[in-house]
């Protein structure tokens, strides 16, 4: 298996609260609550080592409340090389009803400062050393510009590591001039960073085209309840889930990427690959949290998981 490297940026303890509907304005009754060290890349992560790669986690991390996330390292094998930075890690409320729909509710995080990034550019060529591919995901912290994220990514880049990305607004429109090796925007996302209003599916499509034109190699689309959509080097193809009992849709496209990555870091077939990555984030709305815990279900998701070509 590969070592991977995660940089998340602005990391969160997201506090998840289970509840049969939500009522604002109400007294509302929970069903249970769960505390996770969490944000994109690190979600990521845990799927990663749990496919049986070896990952660093690195990024900003607030020093005043630094010690759940280090539990989750030491817990999950993964390697810190985190910067530490004055303040707390943001925390985030997560209300996720029977239904399926979550609510967030984001917490604004520490402001990372210049001394603190230029850290961080610092150690990169020593941290990226000996990994087999860079995963950059999730949304920017305060004090962090669109422009430093754009040097951040093209001296990743520069490494000749393979760059994957997974963010959004001006974070992803920022990241595509770094020209990553894959991205896996929803259709929204997507969208936004194209800076397309309402579009069609063909405009979807062109715009796919035209990312990948610009040097993106793989678009890994998210399409909802549609499933993905994966265009890629002599790859075009859609998938679609067995239908599920939603729980919660938080770290679904965090498992569909880490499965991905492992799927090509292995030299699978697309569709394979494709099969794989879409049966565990089909598992992953069946749970409140991260990972593959019952290998048993993963195969039964596996095989209901249909695959075509796309037009």
Known sequence: MARILTLTLNPALDLTVSLDMLQPGAVNRTLGT?????????????????????VTVGGFLGAANAAPFEALFQRRGLIDA?????????????????????????GPGPVVGAEHQAQLLEQLERIVAGHAA????????LGVSPQWFTMLLRRLAALGLPLVLDSSGAALRAGLAAKPWLIKPNEEELAQACELSEPSAAELTAAVSGVREQGVEHV?????????SW???????????????????????DSLLAATLHGLLSGWPAERTLRLATAIAAQAVTQVGFGLHDREQLARLEAGVRIAPLD
Do not use: C, W
């Open 220 to 228: 890994l689309l998210s399409r909802g309840a549609a499933g993905v």
């Open 82 to 106: 985190f910067v530490r930075v004055p303040g707390e890690t943001r925390s985030n409320i997560k209300l996720a009803e029977r239904s399926g729909r979550v609510t967030d509710l984001n």
């Open 134 to 141: 860079v995963v950059v995901a999730g949304s920017l912290p």
């Open 231 to 253: 265009y890629g080097p002599d790859i075009a193809l859609q998938a679609m889930p067995p239908t599920v009992e939603v729980v919660s849709t938080v770290g679904a496209g």
């Open 34 to 54: 769960r505390r996770d060290a969490a944000g994109k890349g690190l979600n990521v992560a845990q799927v990663l080592a749990d496919l049986g790669h070896s």
